[in-house]
């Protein structure tokens, strides 16, 4: 376990070094945050209907959203490396190394994405809590309701993880990840949550969409913090999360296995 523990720091440092590609990301997301915002005010004004989600909930949700982006996003899929080492042919060195290679690149996954959300999440959440109303961030309802939304937004960038291993253990059987990439950008961000909030989305497409592994995504740690999901269902939740973690893992690891047997390396 040691060892992949190392993984994860030396992808952790390695991370934090791209401090000034992370700062000026942090002016497309934040600009993007407050027009996302002042879209949905626009619609929350003009519409005589009662909305899904109260208006400050849907706002904490938006700049949490954009302040764990790098953590649960999939429409890079993630780590660009772990696809030029299986392109390149250089994994059949990773091969020669007596280590997991599903672990060691789940822990170089899960470093990488929290190097980048460290460096973006507090200049983000610091500004957003500055704003004047209806702009502004909310603060979460108590303590317990912090530390919950914090269980669930580490289970949730486990399941993102876990999913993306799946990715790249499918990429081992094919000639280019291009196809899979392009699958992805549009499809995982809808299907997350990312694109429109799940309390938009009308039932029953919403109650399917809430039980596929997308779901369990960035879905349930932001609707937790901005009290969107709460009580039973909000463990209902949690115990789903932890299903498609097992459940993704376990095929992740079954694929890869079996690339590993059926690998074949040309050039030299």
Do not use: H
């Not at 997301?29 to 909305?51: D, V």
């Not at 610091?126 to 209806?134: E, I, K, T």
């Not at 899979?180 to 029953?204: N, W, Y």
């Not at 997308?214 to 999901?229: E, K, T």
């Amino acid at each position: 376990m040691k060892k992949y523990v190392s993984f994860f720091k030396m992808r952790f440092q390695v991370g934090l070094q791209y401090r000034s590609a992370s700062i000026a990301a942090l002016t497309t997301q934040f600009l993007w945050g407050i027009m996302e915002i002042a879209a949905y005010r626009a619609i929350y004004l003009s519409s005589g209907k009662e909305p899904p989600m109260e208006f400050s909930a849907l706002v904490s949700y938006i700049w949490l959203k954009e302040a764990f982006l790098a953590m649960f996003n999939t429409w890079i899929a993630t780590d660009g490396d772990i696809f030029s080492v299986i392109m390149n042919g250089d994994v059949a060195y990773e091969l020669c190394r007596p280590i997991s290679l599903y672990r060691m690149w789940f822990a170089k996954s899960v470093g990488g994405r929290c190097a980048t959300a460290a460096l973006k999440c507090v200049p983000i959440i610091s500004v957003a809590a500055l704003l004047p109303r209806p702009y502004r961030i909310s603060a979460p309802e108590s303590i317990t309701a912090f530390c919950f939304f914090l269980l669930t937004l580490f289970l949730g960038l486990l399941v993102t993880v876990s999913f993306c291993m799946l990715v790249y253990a499918i990429t081992l059987f094919t000639i280019s990840p291009q196809g899979l990439r392009a699958l992805l950008t549009g499809a995982v961000e809808f299907l997350s949550g990312a694109i429109i909030p799940f309390p938009f989305i009308p039932q029953p497409v919403r109650g399917v969409l809430e039980m596929l592994p997308f779901g369990s995504m960035q879905n349930v740690a932001l609707r937790v913090y901005s009290g969107s999901l709460a009580g039973g269902e909000a463990l209902r939740a949690v115990w789903l999360q932890i299903f498609w973690i097992a459940a993704l893992v376990l095929a992740g690891r079954a694929v890869c296995r079996r690339a590993e047997q059926r690998m074949v390396v040309q050039g030299g």
